[in-house]
């Protein structure tokens, strides 16, 4: 049976065609199985209590092979993603930074917890999330 790689992506909820795009791209790789384990918009941890999310969120991060951090510049801004991304590298779960399509310039907040970076590209995000996870 072929590998089932569960992968947790970092993004910001203000840019969440990132987050769909990024998701569509690796679900529609063919000979690449994934699981999201990340907390999309439309599935919001119903609480006001950040102790609770942080609870949640640590326990899918921690449950993930490899966490992507959309590398945005609008990542500096999200405390979120310093968290999740934080999170991650306390639970050695491996982090690839993923530049959005166009962008030159990349977030510090993710690139320096990253493992790896790479571009917007099928073939890069697969084969990173292959050989870290």
């Known amino acids: 049976m072929a590998k089932i790689y569960k992968v947790f992506i970092s993004h910001s909820w203000s840019h969440v065609d990132d987050l769909n795009d990024l998701r569509n791209l690796l679900k529609l790789r063919g000979?690449?199985?994934?699981?999201?384990?990340?907390v999309p918009p439309t599935d919001s941890i119903n609480s006001l209590n950040s102790n609770y999310i942080k609870q949640r969120l640590?326990?899918?991060?921690?449950?993930?092979?490899?966490?992507?951090g959309i590398a945005g510049l609008y990542a500096s801004f999200s405390d979120w993603m310093n968290w999740e991304l934080d999170k991650?590298?306390?639970?050695?779960?491996?982090?690839?930074?993923?530049?959005?399509?166009?962008?030159?310039?990349?977030?510090s907040v993710v690139s320096s917890r990253a493992d790896e970076v790479v571009r917007w590209n099928t073939e890069s995000i697969v084969a990173a999330i292959r050989r870290n996870a």
């Open 31 to 38: 000979y690449f199985n994934v699981e999201f384990t990340e």
């Open 58 to 68: 640590s326990e899918k991060i921690a449950s993930s092979d490899v966490v992507l």
């Open 88 to 107: 991650a590298k306390e639970k050695n779960i491996p982090i690839i930074g993923v530049i959005p399509r166009g962008h030159e310039r990349v977030s």
